[in-house]
């Protein structure tokens, strides 16, 4: 019998095995915050041990660092618990060799944003980092997932992880997105369609034509987004445009070398006789622009729907619907925000910068809203404000702010008021994420830029038409 893409990786990267279920995995990177590392090293301190591969580590202050828009010599993190919590994180980091990516480092950014753009995520990798959305890496073939933080100590000192091997899942999805349509409807849909538990326990692999037709950047968007159906992890093979984005990027390789890995990668798939768990099939053809009504990212219908009315006789979709201030029934189609939030690992790439400026140019933003733009890392920041793109936000009404994790959750000075109705393009929308009492709906770049402009949640292919970037 065949083997699956996500099994080979898995195999290839076991050390020895633990039970039937458990393996000692071995990682070629492990990528760290400022948040979820400080008991980590300070559980390798009261053990006297050292990092066992300081070179295959990278550190980046990203979830409680401030986006305000000064000049990055500039940047300080004004709040005395999370400076606290940075300056423990660059000395550990310091103290054991690791390159740290620090405040007022010019590349400095969200770390699913910056592993990538910089050449470090390559096919058939496994990647570990102490948050769930390290899925994001699977769209250039490599295994990326969450740990915890007694994890990340475990990873530090001996470089592998005791792994729960998962299940096998494929999703596949034919034909074509329509106009206005983009990754972040796509994988809101499938979230809704299997639920917010669909694929717990399950490895999922990607493929169909609508998958082949996505740049890198946007298969970054849906692996992002399926931990939040339950996902261990989430996988595209191979193909020439993840090959070519990668090749593109890195750094420390010779052009022989990097060729080699090229023909590795190429062979990179899941054999044609290989047997998943489960299937399941989607028509792209059939998705439209998507938002999130609920508390839950699985809680959304296309933006011309309405909220199903069977949610009353669900405990958790009536707490959701009397936290979110809405009824059963109701549209959310002009339904009026305060604020717009684009930015986050799901959505603060170049590529999505491209897609709102288009919207957005020549245009102003609603009165009485506040609307941000926070790219994902430096390197974005740079590239927008080279394209164009940055003033054109700015000329619209837009907060041009430094990179950050920013408002996707409410660890910095970025935080909603109670009662306030956020139009996001992060990959939740818990009670509290973004701001005790907030209210959050999820939907792409282009559905956000829109709500900027109207004030509203509007169809962005009927109010604002445009060629998409």
């Excluded at 996988?235 to 070398?257: C, F, G, K, T």
Aim: proline share 4%; hydrophobic share 40%.
């Amino acid at each position: 019998m065949g083997q699956t893409l996500y099994r080979k990786i898995v195999d290839s990267h076991t050390v020895f095995r633990v039970d039937e279920q458990h393996v000692a995995l071995y990682a070629d990177l492990h990528i760290m915050n400022e948040y979820t590392s400080p008991q980590a090293f300070a559980g390798l301190a009261e053990k006297n041990l050292p990092v066992r591969c300081p070179e295959k580590q990278m550190g980046i202050v990203d979830h409680v660092i401030p986006t305000h828009p000064v000049a990055r010599e500039r940047r300080t993190i004004m709040i005395d618990a999370a400076a606290q919590q940075a300056a423990n994180f660059t000395r550990n980091c310091r103290r054991h060799g690791i390159h740290l990516f620090d405040v007022q480092d010019r590349e400095q950014g969200i770390e699913h944003v910056v592993a990538p753009e910089i050449g470090l995520i390559r096919p058939g990798m496994v990647v570990l980092c102490g948050d769930s959305h390290t899925t994001t890496y699977g769209a250039l073939g490599a295994l990326g997932f969450g740990i915890g933080t007694s994890e990340v100590e475990h990873v530090l000192a001996t470089q592998t992880l005791i792994y729960r091997v998962a299940k096998d899942m494929r999703i596949r999805v034919d034909g074509r997105l329509g106009a206005g349509v983009t990754s972040k409807d796509l994988v809101l849909h499938i979230i809704a369609a299997i639920s917010a538990q669909g694929a717990r326990g399950y490895a999922v692999e990607y493929c169909g034509s609508a998958i082949e037709a996505l740049s890198a950047e946007a298969r970054m968007t849906l692996c992002n987004m399926t931990v939040e159906a339950g996902a261990r992890g989430a996988l595209i093979a191979p193909d020439e445009v993840s090959v070519r984005y990668v090749a593109d990027r890195i750094r420390d390789m010779p052009p022989a070398a990097v060729a080699e890995a090229i023909r590795q990668w190429r062979a990179l798939k899941s054999d044609t006789d290989a047997v998943f768990d489960i299937e399941h099939r989607f028509d792209a053809a059939g998705v439209a622009p998507y938002v999130t009504w609920g508390t839950s990212p699985d809680q959304a219908i296309p933006v011309s729907g309405h909220i199903p009315a069977d949610q009353t006789d669900q405990a958790s979709g009536a707490k959701a619907l009397r936290y979110m201030g809405l009824d059963a029934g109701a549209a959310l189609e002009g339904l009026a925000v305060d604020h717009v939030f684009i930015g986050s690992c799901t959505n603060a790439r170049i590529e999505d910068l491209r897609e709102v400026a288009a919207v957005v140019r020549g245009r102003k933003v609603a009165a009485g809203v506040r609307a941000m733009v926070v790219p994902g890392s430096g390197r974005v920041r740079e590239q927008a404000e080279q394209e164009g793109l940055a003033a054109a936000l700015i000329d619209a009404g837009f907060e041009w702010r430094q990179p950050g994790c920013s408002m996707c959750l409410a660890m910095n000075d970025d935080v909603l008021k109670p009662g306030q109705r956020c139009a996001s393009t992060t990959n939740r929308n818990f009670e509290g994420r973004q701001g005790r009492g907030a209210r959050t709906h999820l939907m792409s770049p282009a559905m956000a830029a829109a709500a900027a402009l109207a004030g509203r949640i509007v169809d962005v292919r009927k109010e604002f038409p445009h060629e998409q970037a």
